[in-house]
């Protein structure tokens, strides 16, 4: 158990959070949510040591180890395989380290390379696989499906369900998050807020309380008034001295609740140009590669409503198919035609594409509209992506890569587009501003192309899929579910040896045996769920009424929900405990079951 009490920690003038405190318990797994600049990497680098805080106190048991995922490396070794087997300790196998090795996308080959001569995508995997392999007691990790991939991703989803230690997450990909993290950890308003449930559940406990808060505010202060216009009327009046006075003590011992500053959100959207034609790409036996082709004959028709993802391993080329249909790269043999009138708008993978070092922001979207708009609508564009006031005009060489993306993402929404082509658009961005990029790409009414491992925007958006796995590239017509479910990976999916016959008994009875176990889990697990949402929507009546009664000035009302609101909030947490208990014996069993399977 490690435990935070009272830590602040504060850049100069600004506070990024005040006296922090919660407790991480045996087998706690965290989400850690926030907006980029709130303070989630310091708080780790605090828990990890690496960075001090300005007041509290952290306390560690005696032998508990902590370990955060470096984003420099510092490699000795001749090899990758000889690099990760130097932080084994003496206990752990060596079957360990290839097993990790080879789920986050190392090669037999690559594993005989030296360390400083990966990418550096594969550094960093290298560094996230040797951290993995120490097996900390507490593992503290900041994005770390950055440079992964989809079934690297998928992979170390997985290890993490089944980490048997104690985690605290960071990461943009709400769906990764979720599928994870049991409690999730906010910092907002420079307050650190921790609750039992999901990302969704955080982010309406954060509204309604906002939500109350101003509505309070605004009645506390409406009572105030009427309370100083008493002691002002009546002021002068002997026989009112007491009742005045008494009224003066009141209004001294009030706090009085300030008005919470408005948390610029990104606003946009993509303009789109509709065009007369239900056909607008269509690439007709496209190859490319020079020594060796990354495909031969690809073919697709992009139409109408199209809203197409492109997913599989790095390295395979679904950059380059993206460059040629967006036409900056042209395809070695094949070719792409566009309908007359087409505009296609394109997004660098590092959002970086035709940016120049020595230009502004607002320098940079006024260019991409030709200097056709008048300052006050590059500005209002501007602001939507974040860059508001002196911001937009920050140079673009300074700027972060978070920044960087959203400059890019504002070149593309001041012009008309009658198709998107998107290049891992969520590189950078935190959890808010892939929600708000994921709302644009859905109210945007022409075609989308979209590379991306961000399992989050693959099940909302995706009808469509570009796959690369096991030579050319194959369009499903299909979304990302119904993909995993009737074809998946064929790392995901690989079939086991044929059974003996006495195998396909024991097999049959064990499906039998399984089915018998997880079935009335499942019954369970579904009837908490329904009571979870009916308890969420008498929380949200309760709400509502309790701002009627605050409207109505109606204290025993208040008094008289406010104790029924306190009685469903502690129905909520316990069934999310119910919850999390069943989730977590109906997984035990799955993988005990499925070992059995895997085994025969």
């Known amino acids: 158990m490690l435990s935070l009490t009272d830590i602040s920690k504060s850049f100069g003038a600004r506070k990024l959070f005040d006296r922090v405190s919660f407790t991480i318990n045996s087998g706690n797994k965290f989400g850690l949510v926030g907006r980029n600049g709130d303070g989630k990497s310091t708080l780790l680098k605090i828990i990890a040591g690496i960075e001090s805080a300005d007041t509290g106190d952290i306390i560690t048991p005696r032998g508990y180890t902590i370990g955060i995922l470096n984003q420099t490396a510092a490699f ?12 084994l300790g003496s206990e752990e196998e060596e079957y360990t380290v290839e097993k990790i090795l080879f789920g986050l996308g190392f090669t037999t080959k690559l594993l005989q390379l030296s360390p400083k001569a990966l990418s550096n995508g594969f550094q960093l995997r290298l560094m996230l696989a040797m951290l993995l392999i120490k097996n900390p007691n507490l593992l503290l990790l900041d994005e770390p499906t950055n440079y992964l991939d989809i079934l690297a991703i998928r992979w170390l989803k997985s290890f993490l369900n089944s980490w048997k230690g104690e985690l605290i997450l960071i990461t943009h990909d709400r769906a990764f998050m979720d599928s994870i993290a049991a409690h999730i950890i906010g910092i907002h308003r420079g307050k650190v807020k921790l609750i039992k449930g999901d990302t969704q559940k955080y982010y309406n406990c954060i509204a309604l309380e906002e939500e109350v808060y101003e509505k ?27 009742l005045v006075q008494s009224r003066i003590k009141t209004l001294a011992k009030q706090v009085k609740r300030e008005k919470l500053s408005k948390i610029e959100g990104l606003d946009f959207s993509f303009n789109f140009k509709p065009i007369v034609s239900k056909s607008y790409i269509q690439a007709e036996s496209v190859a490319f590669g020079y020594d060796k082709p990354l495909f031969s004959s690809f073919r697709l028709t992009l139409s109408e409503g199209d809203r197409l993802c492109v997913i599989g391993k790095n390295g395979l080329g679904k950059s380059t198919l993206l460059k040629i249909l967006a036409g900056k790269l042209e395809p070695v043999k094949g070719e792409v035609l566009k309908h007359a009138g087409v505009n296609v708008g394109y997004y660098e993978q590092l959002g970086q594409d035709e940016i120049s070092a020595n230009t502004t922001v607002e320098e940079e979207v006024a260019k991409s509209a030709n200097y056709l708009l008048e300052r006050s609508a590059v500005r209002k564009i501007c602001a939507a992506l974040l860059f508001s006031g002196e911001d937009a005009l920050k140079k673009v060489n300074i700027l972060s890569g978070g920044e960087l993306a959203r400059v890019a993402l504002a070149k593309l929404a001041v012009n008309p587009q009658s198709i998107l082509i998107l290049d891992e658009p969520t590189n950078h961005l935190d959890m808010d501003a892939t929600d708000a990029l994921l709302t644009a790409l859905l109210d945007f009414d022409g075609p989308i192309i979209m590379a991306t491992h961000n ?37 995901e999916t690989k079939k086991q040896p044929k059974a003996k016959k006495v195998d396909r008994r024991i097999r049959a009875e064990t499906i039998s045996e399984k089915s018998r176990t997880l079935s009335p889990l499942k019954e369970k697990i579904n009837l908490v769920q329904d009571s979870i949402i009916t308890c969420e929507d008498e929380e949200k009546a309760l709400i509502l009424q309790m701002q009627s009664a605050s409207d109505s000035l109606l204290g025993r009302q208040i008094a008289d929900i406010g104790l029924r609101l306190k009685e469903v909030k502690k129905d909520i947490d316990s069934h999310y405990d119910e919850l999390n208990k069943l989730c977590k014996q109906h997984d035990e069993l799955e993988r005990y079951y499925n070992a059995i399977l895997d085994s025969i």
């Open 76 to 87: 000795t070794k001749s090899s990758v395989e000889l690099e990760a087997l130097s932080v």
């Open 216 to 242: 309070t505010r605004i009645n506390e202060e409406a009572k105030r008034k009427e309370t100083e216009l008493y002691i002002s009327r009546f002021r002068a009046k002997a026989r009112l001295a007491n």
């Open 455 to 491: 399992e989050t925007l693959l099940y909302s958006l995706a009808n469509r899929l570009i796959v690369f796995q096991g030579g050319e590239p194959i369009v499903y017509e299909m979304g990302y579910a119904e993909f995993l479910e009737r074809v998946g990976f064929i790392e």
